[in-house]
């Protein structure tokens, strides 16, 4: 049984998630309603000649997003473990890109934080399902 802490942490956690599943779609949304304002804000210059590489960009967050928050809703603790620290390794990738691509410091800076917050949400997702496999 877990203690009233260990549930609001949990519920603190499962928070944060769900938070940032949404962001990470609305984020993929974006690249289909505004692609060039959305690829400027990633740190990429809207060198493409078609909009294919926005929608994919686009695309990929959605799914991603949504993925996270079924995982959260349904407290699915090492998926989603496993999912932000997958995640930590795509917004190192997102960073590298957006540093050669433009290296405009904000947008660097909020790759590598993303990739920090994940790192951190995947460390306490694991703890999480650590705790309820082993009461």
Request: proline letters at 4%; charged letters at 15%; glycine letters at 8%.
């Amino acid at each position: 049984m877990l203690s009233e802490r260990e549930r609001r942490m949990n519920w603190v956690v499962l928070t944060v998630c769900l938070l940032g599943g949404a962001l990470l779609t609305f984020i993929g949304i974006r690249f289909f309603l505004v692609p060039h304002a959305a690829a400027r804000t990633f740190g990429v210059p809207g060198r493409p000649l078609g909009l294919e590489l926005y929608y994919v960009v686009g695309l990929r967050n959605v799914w991603l997003g949504l993925l996270a928050v079924a995982f959260a809703l349904l407290r699915e603790w090492r998926a989603l473990a496993l999912w932000f620290a997958g995640a930590v390794v795509v917004c190192t990738a997102d960073a590298s890109i957006a540093a050669r691509s433009t290296a405009a410091l904000p947008q660097v800076a909020f790759h590598i934080s993303c990739g920090i917050a994940s790192a951190v949400l995947a460390s306490l997702c694991w703890r999480a399902a650590g705790k309820l496999r082993h009461p």
